[in-house]
């Protein structure tokens, strides 16, 4: 039996198995905490830097998604340190890319429009870097546009985790790393490609989308999510 | 095992180098960035039917292949040119003049640094200090390092390769 | 082979006595700098003189490690009491020849009566340039393996972490963290491997010492990786170094051979239950691999990218189980301790900081080259004594330590003592040891954007503040450098600081700001010259819309 560990978020007093982390808990008690690679049912890989959050004596923020709980330690989600770095991460985010709203199949369910919304990130202060990358549309069903991915990686970790293809994986590195599909090739000549579709549903933007979907009418189903993790027994894969 | 059994790309003996990395590390996934030391050794680059053998070998998926071999900048995935003029820019080499003999050799060469002249015959590139920072500036003609180098004896010494 | 204190000095003794054949000894350096000016066939061509003159018998040839002053080689050193030659020529060998029972051959004489050589303290360096790296025998005859006979002979591993913390023996990556700490949260931790990892991925450009003493002293290394192992707990080492540094990797394999050869490695070393079994991996080409959790991704076949920590290695490692992590000269620093005793090293140095530490001295200084010093030395004694000064009469400007990590201190901060905590006061930190000199002709903004794009090319891209964050502080950089930036930028600049360093996931992200905060900290009016007057004051940038003078 894992022992249960009290501790505080926002002065809060919660509480969770010694083996859950902040962002776990923090969701149990409805405490907001804004992600974006994170996804319940994947393994966090703690790389948007969105959940970084204060514990109090700690030199380091601690990112909420991977850090386990420790007894009486105090966790505060919400400052107005945190909420301009979390700012500034969003704003980072759209200038990396071509996240152009208005033409995107995914306007208005889109989770990172849906993150500058809440936190208030209403226009740039770093210059758009506005990069030149490819639309692959080669597969039968879906379409990948890079121009809008900001690298959560969970098409990675749903295909290797849940589908087990693991078509998808990311090349180069720093601001030149881009997703893949197998050897860099067309998404449709991929070898290793189910069609399953899962990806598509955990991409958080319009990056990847059905063909045939128009400006705003991409809506993603995620059900299937929770539901194939405890299939396979346990809380996360791998 | 059947990865073992698995047949080379081509008769090239210097898959034999490869299919002997592969077999000292038990055809582990593990030995993914060994494996691929030894093919860009024994074939200058990697590939793409290398990595695709290398990836069935090992089980490796080929998406993390490809991810592993464009991660790291010692291995390439074009053909280098026949000869190679490395230029170090660590720092004691950049505040020694390093960035003036680079921009000296792609102007003669007409080539930017990480590129290749169209006839093959040269490769400029460019490295994060090799540890020479005693004999700054230094360049790597082919394979022989050189220490204190001016931008006319680097063009001397490079002039016959482009 | 059950090898005990006894027999070790019986074969120090023997070693001793085949050395006594010789009446001289010639120490050519084969290590890397000296080997870019061809060293290797200096080698040869003395020994085909020496045979010429049938005096093999009585001269001995030495192929050794780095001696220090890498910019004045090919370096050679005749034995007994005789002089240190530089710059030798393989013309030059008959006259050195001719001079081993006169006067030696003046115009060559490196003068060796100087701060630079009598001001350094080996103990990391000890062997360098003393010890053929190939040979365990003469490994074994500079008191090699008496710490590992020790520790596995008349030590429990709680007695050799013991000697370790008391000596206050502090990581030699830059981190500073205790090692004697380290290695017992790794011995506590429960798994049914554990597995201890030397980090040879130097990659900090400047720095050079991690290679010497792989090349100069491979056996060194290994010894401390069999003691940490022994201590620890852990049954397999691995070696991570890079693969631009094949003789590095050439001494090493050399060295497990031999080590495995002799009983040193293997089952039952020594004839103790004690086992123990290193193999290499080569980096290539990736900085981010310096931090542990990247490398260990790389030593796993991944890319390799850092995760957050915790969970640290020591808990949660190389496959799960838990690993040891230290650098090289971590690791070189242990068998002496054990050796010598952890009184004798905490002797050494001051306060917090035991011991030694090597530097890298490059950039504009005169004696350019590898030195090791005390803890505690001031940075002036370093760059004026030691380093003999600036040449061509130019004025100091600032000395960079910590590679792209670390930071640019001013002439007026030369008088601090160096320990980990006084450099990071200073905005900069020890690093793994690197030390640039700069004078007056660098430019500060030039500098920050030159470790600003190594950041940005390094940045292996999984979070977004040092993805995305570095590009954009290199495009700032950039547009200062040629004039084209306004206080806005500056503002912004500051601002994706602050941002990128509190926000990255590790130490690569966290720590690329640091030269642009240390150079804004000492040399704000240099940004201020390229933004508002359009002007750099060093001459180094060139500047897009000059302003008419």
Redesign the interface.
């Known amino acids: 039996m894992a022992t249960v560990k009290t501790f505080k978020i926002n002065d809060e007093d919660v509480s969770g198995r010694e083996d859950e982390t902040i962002l776990q808990i923090a969701r149990e008690n409805d405490i907001f905490i804004p992600t974006l690679c994170n996804m319940e049912g994947l393994s966090s890989?703690?790389?948007?830097?969105l959940c970084?959050v204060e514990v109090k004596g700690w030199t380091?923020?601690a990112?909420a998604c991977?850090?386990?709980i420790q007894e009486g330690m105090e966790v505060y989600t919400d400052s107005e340190r945190l909420r301009?770095?979390r700012r500034?991460?969003v704003e980072?985010?759209f200038?990396?890319g071509n996240h152009i709203c208005a033409v995107c199949v995914s306007n208005g369910r889109c989770e990172l429009q849906d993150m500058a919304q809440i936190l208030g990130m209403n226009h740039l202060?770093?210059?758009y870097?506005r990069p030149n990358l490819k639309i692959d549309a080669s597969h039968e069903r879906f379409i990948n546009d890079q121009n809008r991915c900001?690298?959560c990686t969970r098409c990675v970790r749903v295909c290797d985790e849940i589908e087990g293809a693991h078509t998808w994986d990311?090349m180069?590195?720093?601001?030149?790393?881009t997703v893949i599909t197998d050897l860099n090739e067309p998404w449709g000549a991929s070898q290793s490609c189910t069609t399953c579709g899962k990806c598509v549903q955990v991409c958080p933007t319009g990056a990847l989308f059905e063909k045939g979907k128009s400006v705003a009418e991409m809506s993603k189903k995620r059900e299937f999510l929770p539901y194939l993790t405890s299939m396979r027994g346990n809380g996360k894969a791998k | 095992m059947r990865s073992a059994t698995l047949a080379p790309p081509s008769e090239d003996k210097r898959w034999r180098l490869v299919d002997a990395t592969m077999r000292r590390h038990g055809h582990s996934?593990?030995?993914?960035?060994?494996t691929?030391?030894t093919v860009q050794e024994s074939f200058g680059y990697l590939e793409d039917d290398a990595l695709r053998y290398v990836a069935k070998s090992l089980h490796?998926p080929m998406s993390?292949v490809y991810?592993?071999a464009t991660?790291?900048?010692?291995?390439s995935l074009k053909p280098a040119g026949e000869h190679r003029c490395v230029v170090c820019?660590?720092?004691?080499c950049?505040?020694?003049g390093g960035k003036a003999i680079l921009d000296t050799i792609s102007e003669m060469a007409g080539i930017k640094p990480g590129q290749t002249t169209p006839d093959g015959r040269l490769s400029l590139l460019t490295?994060?200090?090799?540890?020479?920072?005693?004999?700054?500036p230094?360049v790597v003609f082919d394979d022989?390092?050189?220490?204190r180098v001016t931008p006319p004896e680097a063009i001397d010494r490079v002039k016959d390769w482009f | 082979m059950a090898i005990n204190m006894d027999e070790l000095k019986e074969r120090v003794v023997a070693s001793q006595e085949a050395d006594a054949q010789f009446t001289h000894s010639i120490r050519v350096c084969m290590a890397?700098?000296c080997?870019?000016?061809q060293s290797d066939l200096l080698k040869k061509e003395l020994e085909a003189e020496l045979k010429k003159r049938g005096l093999e018998k009585t001269c001995q040839i030495k192929g050794v490690g780095c001696f220090g002053?890498?910019?004045n080689?090919p370096v050679i050193a005749v034995e007994p009491n005789g002089p240190m030659y530089q710059e030798v020529k393989v013309t030059d060998i008959p006259a050195i020849v001719e001079a081993l029972d006169t006067k030696p051959v003046e115009k060559l004489v490196l003068p060796t009566d100087t701060p630079f050589f009598n001001r350094q303290v080996k103990i990391v360096l000890e062997n360098s340039g003393k010890i053929d790296p190939e040979s365990i025998e003469d490994y074994i005859a500079a008191g090699g393996f008496e710490g590992l006979v020790r520790a596995l002979h008349e030590m429990t591993p709680q007695e050799v972490i013991d000697s370790l913390t008391k000596a206050n023996l502090r990581g030699r990556g830059g981190g500073g963290y205790p090692t004697g700490l380290k290695w017992s949260t790794v011995a506590k931790a429960e798994g049914a491997h554990k597995y201890v990892i030397c980090n040879g991925d130097?990659?900090?450009?400047?720095?050079?010492m991690d290679?010497s003493v792989m090349e100069a002293d491979p056996f060194r290394v290994l010894e401390g990786m069999l003691i940490a192992g022994y201590a620890v707990g852990a049954d397999y080492g691995y070696l991570y170094v890079r693969?631009?540094?094949p003789l590095a990797v050439k001494m090493l394999k050399a060295a497990i051979r031999q080590a495995t050869k002799q009983g040193f490695l293997g089952k039952n070393i020594c004839g103790t239950p004690f086992s123990f079994e290193v193999d290499i991996?080569?980096?290539?080409?990736?900085?981010v691999c310096g931090e542990e959790t990247a490398l260990i991704a790389?030593?796993?076949?991944?890319?390799?990218?850092p995760?957050?920590r915790?969970p640290y290695p020591a808990e949660s490692g190389l496959w799960g189980y838990p690993t040891l992590i230290n650098n090289v000269e971590t690791y070189a620093n242990i068998a002496p301790i054990i050796r010598r005793g952890m009184e004798w090293f905490h002797d050494i140095g001051f306060h917090k900081n035991r011991g030694t530490k090597v530097f890298?001295l490059?950039?504009?200084i005169n004696n350019?080259?590898?030195i090791e010093v005390p803890m505690g030395i001031t940075l002036r004694e370093i760059i004026y004594d030691i380093g003999g000064g600036i040449p061509n009469g130019k004025a100091f400007k600032a000395l960079?330590t910590g590679?792209p990590s670390g930071g640019c201190i001013p002439a007026e901060h030369l008088d601090t003592p160096i320990s980990y905590e006084s450099l990071s006061q200073l905005g900069s930190m020890m690093g793994s040891g690197?030390m640039?000199i700069?004078d007056e002709t660098?430019c500060m903004v030039d500098?920050a954007k030159?470790?600003m794009e190594?950041c940005?090319?390094?940045?292996?891209?999984?979070?977004?503040?040092c993805?995305?964050?570095?590009?954009?502080m290199y495009?700032l950089l950039s547009k200062i450098c040629d004039g084209s930036a306004t206080l806005d930028d500056l503002a912004?600049l500051e601002?994706?600081c602050d941002?990128v360093k509190?926000?990255?996931?590790c130490g690569l992200g966290q720590s690329s700001p640091n030269p642009v905060l240390s150079t804004l900290r000492y040399f704000r009016d240099e940004y201020m010259a390229h933004i508002v007057e359009k002007r750099c004051p060093a001459g180094v940038c060139k500047m897009k819309h000059a302003v008419e003078a």
């Open positions: 890989v703690g790389s948007c830097r970084l380091k923020l990112t991977v850090t386990k301009e770095y500034m991460i980072l985010l200038s990396e202060v770093v210059p870097r900001i690298l990311v180069g590195r720093g601001i030149e790393a | 996934p593990n030995a993914l960035i060994e691929l030391h490796v993390r991810g592993v991660f790291y900048y010692f291995f820019l660590g720092t004691a950049y505040i020694k490295v994060r200090c090799v540890g020479s920072c005693g004999l700054a230094a022989e390092v050189k220490g | 890397s700098g080997l870019s000016s002053p890498c910019a080689g130097e990659g900090d450009p400047g720095a050079f290679r693969a631009e540094y991996r080569l980096g290539a080409g990736a900085f790389s030593i796993e076949g991944k890319r390799g990218q995760r957050p915790p890298a490059s950039g504009k350019i080259g590898l960079q590679g690197g640039i700069m660098s500098v030159y470790f190594f940005m090319d390094e940045s292996c891209g999984k979070c977004v503040p993805r995305v964050g570095t590009a954009h495009d912004l601002q994706l941002v509190n926000t990255s996931l």
